[in-house]
């Protein structure tokens, strides 16, 4: 009789990276604390871990990250003078991110890739599944991407990674899978993986930032050989796991057609600031208005 696979609950946000394309911003600022119209981009990470129903979040972070445990934390200074203001609606939005989620915190101590990094959350999420949130990666709450994803998990079992496709001459900035279609439109069955190919890619279906991973991975983490960048490639684990049927396999792939924002990219971190805050009703009509000037102004793009 089979076994019905464990529900998914845990987090895990990798958010140890140095962030060196933003320096000098980040030189002391995380880079995922920068913020995005009007919250750091960590914060929309959280909330779509929430929104999919996983409050229980381990972020692995490391020096310089503790501006990330205060941003989750009660500030009661600010809280109190707010309440002594009367600014209710400040207060809300201070209070937010508190009450979010519970939120645990460990070091990777040493930046060894983010196969070394998630499995530093070993301890914490012990013999359960759990999903994985790249903080580079902002998905749009309009697409949900995660809840499919868990379904998927919870009913084939196995590992669950989320695939789309990119331009032929990027793929090689991405891990890239080689797949199998399935009788679900956008669900593919995963037979090889292969981080940032320089040639003969197998496809152009990218991994971007999101998976749902069995806790076997663990396991192959601890004996898996430094890979591309001489770092511990979560992508190379995944490729071991595609090659089970049980024990943390198979791998499938979600098909992402909906938007998603690079925020560790510097163009497409502007690109999200922007797309996000002309969706807004109190800062997208007149945003929409000024860039419409502004580029009637500059059709060369504002170089003149």
């Not at 037979?191 to 496809?203: F, M, R």
Request: net charge negative; hydrophobic share 40%.
């Amino acid at each position: 009789m089979a076994t019905t696979p464990q529900r998914v609950r845990k987090a895990v946000i990798p958010a140890a990276g140095l962030g060196t394309r933003f320096l000098p911003a980040t030189k002391a600022t995380p880079k995922e604390m920068l913020p995005v119209v009007d919250k750091p981009a960590i914060q929309y990470v959280v909330e779509e871990a929430v929104s999919a129903g996983l409050d229980d979040i381990l972020m692995i972070t490391g020096r310089n990250k503790r501006a990330l445990e205060d941003h989750f934390d009660r500030n009661y200074e600010l809280e109190t003078a707010l309440a002594a203001k009367g600014d209710e609606r400040k207060l809300a939005l201070v209070e937010e991110s508190t009450r979010l989620a519970t939120v645990h915190y460990v070091r990777q101590g040493e930046p060894r890739g983010l196969g070394h990094a998630v499995s530093c959350a070993a301890l914490h999420v012990g013999d359960e599944p759990f999903a994985v949130l790249l903080g580079d990666d902002i998905i749009d709450g309009r697409d949900p991407l995660l809840p499919r994803m868990i379904e998927v998990r919870e009913r084939l079992g196995g590992t669950v990674i989320a695939l789309m496709e990119v331009d032929p001459s990027q793929i090689h900035l991405y891990g890239c899978a080689a797949v199998l279609p399935t009788d679900e439109d956008d669900v593919v069955r995963v037979t090889d993986l292969v981080e940032k190919p320089q040639s003969d890619a197998p496809s152009n279906l990218a991994l971007i930032g999101r998976y749902v991973i069995a806790p076997e991975v663990f396991d192959v983490l601890s004996k898996i050989e430094p890979g591309a960048g001489g770092e511990i490639q979560l992508t190379d684990a995944l490729r071991v796991l595609a090659n089970r049927d049980g024990d943390g396999g198979p791998v499938y792939g979600v098909l992402f057609r909906g938007r998603r924002y690079d925020t560790g990219d510097r163009l497409d971190y502007l690109r999200a600031v922007i797309q996000l805050a002309a969706q807004r009703e109190d800062l997208g009509p007149p945003l929409i208005a000024w860039l419409r000037e502004f580029l009637a102004e500059h059709p060369d793009g504002g170089r003149s």
